[in-house]
Structure formats: C-alpha cells, structure tokens
C-alpha cells in the first residue's frame, strides 16, 4: 500500500494515533474486483494485515524493550506489537475514509489513521466488529495509557515552506512528531532529527516542545 510515511522513523507507534495519516491500499491484479468490496462501505473501520517487510530478515527476540517503557525494559515479544517477531506480521485497525472505484487501478482503499510505512506488502483487509471487538472492561498492561502528545512549534525558518503544504500534510506532519519519535534509548535535546514524510524532510528538535526547525 502507499502511505504518506517514506521512511520508518516518524510513523507513529500505533493506528488512530495521527488520525491524519493515510493510506491508499491497491489491490493486487487478482484480487482488483468491486465485487470483493462489496458492503464494505457501510463499515467505519478495517484490520490491515500485513508484513513488516522493511524489518522482516533481521529476524525475532523472545523479549523486546517497548519505546513506551523507556526503551530499558524488556518484555515478551507476545507481550508487544514490536516489528521483530516470528513471522514479521503487522495488524493495524485503520479507518475507512472510502474507495475509489473510478481509479484505472482500482477498486482503492482510502484508509484514514495508518501506522504503516509506504510499500508495505498488505495481505488481508477484514472489517471491524464493533460488537465484537470493543470489549469494555479490557486492560493493557504497562500500555494502559494513551501516549502524551508535546505541543509544536514551527520556527520562523520552516514557517513559509510548511504553511504552503496542503492542510493534510501540515496535520500528519503536526500530529506525528507531537508523539516525539526519537528512539527512546538515545534522546538528545541538542540534536537536530530528520523525517522524511508527505514527499517532504522535516528537520526538527525536541525539549519540553517539538520544534520543527526547517522543512523542505
Ligand atoms: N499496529 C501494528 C504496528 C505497530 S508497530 C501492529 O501492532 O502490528 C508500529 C511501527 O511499525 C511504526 O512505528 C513503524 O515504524 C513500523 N512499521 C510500519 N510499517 C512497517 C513496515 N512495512 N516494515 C517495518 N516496520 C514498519
């Protein structure tokens, strides 16, 4: 699928987070058909399933040290939606924003939410049961809690170039480094960080705010 995220560093660490961010899902040949569509517009939300195919041959680790949990503690690996396991498979509830079925190439699936990177091979869409998959007394563990999002600030020397970005690229952008994507094991205040994302290389730095120091 193509997804406004060119590169892994940046995209956020889980679906709905950066409800900005999206995708567009092509299918392949064999399976470009409406038919295989059909009554999928009426629901608000799919599970993407797909394969971590950029980190997919550096293999598994029975334990995994969650950004979340400062990077120093380790869980398992079936304990974490880490990128490093068994069979390298992502799962991603995204939201349906609606399909183009004009496209040359389509039926496209126009997803909303995404924590996917461009290119990634996508082997299954199925819908989202609400009835079913929205447990009301459920718990997360040492994920109880929605991530922080920090405030951002656009420095007078990125102000012109981000301004005349489409509005979406300015919420993605906006949105996706509000969660600080530094690693969480070398975070550094001095340091100046690039992303790459929306066709854009966003340079920024982080303290008690992100500040997005120059974009091109
Ligand atoms: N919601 C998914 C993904 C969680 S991990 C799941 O639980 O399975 C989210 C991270 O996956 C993102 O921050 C991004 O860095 C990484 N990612 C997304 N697509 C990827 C891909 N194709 N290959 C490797 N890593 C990917």
New binding site residues.
Partial sequence: MNTC?EE??G?????GLCPSAWGRLVFAEKYRSAEALRGLEGFSHVWIL???????DQGWSPTVRPPRLGGNERVGVFAS???FRPNG?????CRVEGINFEDPEGPILLLGGV???D???VYDVKPYLSYAEAPTAATSGYANEAPQAKAIEIAPTAEAFFQALPQRSQSIIRESLSFDPRPASHQSVDRIYGVKMCGCEVKFQVDEVVRIIGIS
């Fill in positions: 995220y892994k560093f995209i956020p660490r889980q679906p797909f394969a971590f195919h950029q980190t997919q939606r880490s990128t498979l992502g799962l991603s509830l924590d996917i990177l290119g990634t091979p």
